[in-house]
């Protein structure tokens, strides 16, 4: 499901929901997040010569694990590295390091 779907769900009047099925809402919500943020791992990962790589892990995934920035970091191409977005995941990933 999509998160507006989601969104939709848990805020419809016409639909009382009891705890039972919010915590299900919740559950699909956290796995439509996680399933968001793999895809967007994964794609910067497998798209390192694209200018959007560096792009895509300051702001959709910021605050993914530091592995997985750094994986996305470490597969740029040199390139890739030195362009705008590039030098600002650097700086974010040595800042966040800290």
């Not at 779907?5 to 439509?32: G, R």
């Amino acid at each position: 499901m999509k998160t507006l779907e989601i969104v939709q769900m848990a805020n419809d009047p016409n639909n009382v929901l009891d705890s039972l099925q919010l915590d299900s809402v919740q559950t699909l919500s956290d796995k439509n997040l996680q399933r968001g943020y793999a895809f967007s791992v994964n794609y910067a990962i497998n798209n390192k010569n694209s200018y959007i790589a560096p792009y895509i892990a300051l702001n959709e995934v910021p605050d993914a694990n530091v592995k997985y920035l750094d994986s996305i970091y470490n597969v740029l191409s040199p390139e890739v590295s030195d362009s705008k977005y590039g030098k600002q995941l650097k700086t974010y990933l040595e800042t966040i390091k800290k």
